[in-house]
């Protein structure tokens, strides 16, 4: 499913349903990404300061890939 990211608590809550989906403890999701746990904790609550190539190593974890539409491309 594709589904368009409009604010930093909208990833916040991808990653939390996701994380839930699979079984995983904010923890566990950690260590699986390489990140802390209070980075789990404050992306998932939206934090809009968090950095982007750590975002990216925990959305990877989850099996999850990112997708960039460029101005003029329509949504698939």
């Given at each position: 499913m594709i589904k368009p990211i409009l604010?930093?608590?909208e990833?916040?809550?991808i990653v939390r349903t996701t994380r839930k989906e699979q079984n995983l403890?904010?923890?566990e999701l950690a260590g699986a990404?390489?990140?802390g746990l209070r980075f789990?904790?404050?992306l998932e609550a939206g934090k809009?300061?968090?950095q982007i190539g750590k975002?990216?190593?925990?959305?990877?974890?989850?099996?999850?890939?990112?997708?960039?539409q460029l101005p003029?491309?329509?949504m698939r």
């Open positions: 604010n930093t608590a990833i916040g809550d403890r904010q923890d990404s390489g990140v789990i904790v404050d809009p300061t968090a975002v990216l190593q925990v959305l990877q974890a989850l099996g999850c890939a990112v997708e960039i003029g491309e329509r």
